[in-house]
Nanobody, 125 residues
């Protein structure tokens, strides 16, 4: 399984970015996928995830500002990020849950076996 994240960049506070993550090597539609991020000097943290069924879950810090979605026909997931804040600055990683057809979306990294290379998002104040 390979995941390729893209879409990061430099944006001013209040701006928007859309991250993409293209997957290959597995039946993408059967698995939950998620986004995590790691800010400088901090541990990686959960951002958002979407189940095979389309149900979603978000970290409290991004709820109402970020939207996760998926296009199973394109084997691609997205993270639309609006109203960005300087504290959103981080390397963003996409990941694929190792379990098929799970109704509950996992927030813990341990359930995600496959990871993209990360894309840097920098939000200037």
């Amino acid at each position: 399984v390979q995941l390729q994240a893209s879409g990061g960049g430099l944006v001013q506070a209040g701006g928007s970015l859309r991250l993409s993550c293209a997957a290959s090597g597995r039946t993408f539609r059967n698995y939950a996928v998620g986004w995590f991020r790691q800010a400088p000097g901090k541990e990686r943290e959960f951002v958002a995830a979407i189940a095979w069924s389309g149900s979603t879950t978000y970290a409290e810090s991004v709820k109402g500002r970020f939207t996760i979605s998926r296009d199973n026909a394109k084997n691609t997931m997205y993270l639309q990020m609006n109203s960005l804040k300087p504290e959103d600055t981080a390397v963003y990683y996409c990941a694929l849950d190792r379990r098929e057809f799970m109704g509950v979306v996992a927030r813990a990294e341990g359930y995600y076996d496959y990871w993209g290379q990360g894309t840097l998002v920098t939000v200037s104040s």
